[in-house]
């Protein structure tokens, strides 16, 4: 894997872009001017990153993610990650057949359904999970792989399935490391 050098990850053109930041040369960046990334967060190879988008601090986009923000956005707080394949979608085509759909077809002839997507700090998401327009994963949620996540969650959960479901807490360890860790990088 290749990373874009500062120069280049300045000439994309984000909207705000953190310290220490590394981004594949193999992602796809639409929509740079309304992308923000926070310090030391990381876009690895064939992810899609588009629409408002903004990235907190810490934050691993594994490979083959796509972050599609639209108008209403998506935001990732503090320490989340995307295991590989995820999907987050801010926006959706109506696909009850009362209208047309796709990008391709004006605005007019279709009910398109748009609403931000929040993804709170240390929030976890297994391969191949998909996320709704509209869901906040709340603070400390871990998301098993191929879940799809209709409905927004509960703080420090883990949830699986389809639709997905809690199916127990999760521990809050992290907090006390994510402390030591940050105190470390403070020295």
């Known amino acids: 894997m290749s990373y874009l050098t500062d120069a ?3 000439g994309v053109g984000f909207k705000k872009l953190g310290r220490g930041v590394k981004i594949s040369d193999k992602a796809s960046i ?3 001017e309304k992308i923000e990334v926070g310090d030391y967060s990381r876009i690895d ?3 899609i990153i588009s629409g408002r988008v903004v990235i907190g601090r810490y934050n691993h986009i594994t490979p083959m993610c796509l972050v599609a923000g639209g108008l ?3 935001v990732f707080g503090d320490f989340c990650t995307l295991a ?3 999907k987050v979608f801010a926006q959706s085509d109506d696909y009850t057949g009362e209208t047309l759909t796709n990008s391709l077809v004006p605005k007019k002839f279709k009910n398109e359904y748009f609403s931000a ?3 709170e700090r240390h929030v976890i998401v297994g391969a191949n999970s998909v996320i709704f327009p509209g869901v906040t994963v709340a603070e400390g949620c871990s998301i098993g792989a191929m879940a799809l996540v209709t409905v927004s969650t509960e ?3 883990i949830y699986v399935g389809v639709p997905a479901k809690r199916i127990k807490d999760r521990k809050k360890d992290l907090l006390v490391l994510e402390a030591e860790f ?3 990088q403070m020295s």
């Open 30 to 32: 639409y929509d740079a």
């Open 8 to 10: 280049e990850l300045q």
């Open 45 to 47: 190879d064939f992810c």
């Open 72 to 74: 209403p956005g998506i």
């Open 84 to 86: 590989y394949g995820v």
């Open 182 to 184: 940050l105190n470390e």
């Open 117 to 119: 997507v929040n993804l």
């Open 155 to 157: 703080p420090w959960g």
